[in-house]
């Protein structure tokens, strides 16, 4: 079973940044699309943005465009989730996602525990 670890959230204040790490395990890694998703109390997990296991940029969610980009290293296991120009409705936690299937976009089917990113004003 595939496990997926998140890492690096934190308080920041807005206009600053943040890089997250994804650690996964459990499967093999380079045949799977991976995306960030973020979730705020009462509202379900969004996609934030998402790679697929070509290193193509899948989704973006319009309000990241330009300041948050997601990467992969396939030799590490790792995702990594840059933010930068982080705004406070970025506050969220923040989760790592994969599907079931390889060479697949969706649906999104593990996640991990996530991080909590937190912008203040």
């Known amino acids: 079973q595939v496990h997926l670890v998140e890492s690096g959230g934190g308080l920041v204040q807005a206009g600053g940044s943040l890089n997250l790490s994804c650690t996964v395990s459990?499967?093999?890694?380079?045949?799977?699309?991976f995306g960030w998703f973020r979730q705020t109390p009462g509202m379900s997990r969004k996609p934030v943005i998402t790679?697929?296991?070509?290193?193509?940029?899948?989704y973006w969610m319009d309000s990241v465009r330009g300041r948050f980009t997601i990467s992969r290293d396939n030799a590490k296991n790792m995702v990594y989730l840059q933010m930068l120009n982080l705004q406070p409705e970025d506050t969220a936690v923040y989760y790592c996602?994969?599907?079931?299937?390889?060479?697949?976009?969706?649906?999104?089917?593990?996640w991990g525990q996530g991080t909590q990113v937190t912008v203040s004003s």
């Open positions: 996602e994969s599907p079931r299937n390889p060479y697949s976009d969706f649906p999104f089917d593990y």
């Open positions: 790679i697929s296991s070509n290193g193509d940029i899948r």
């Open positions: 459990g499967r093999p890694f380079s045949p799977y699309t």
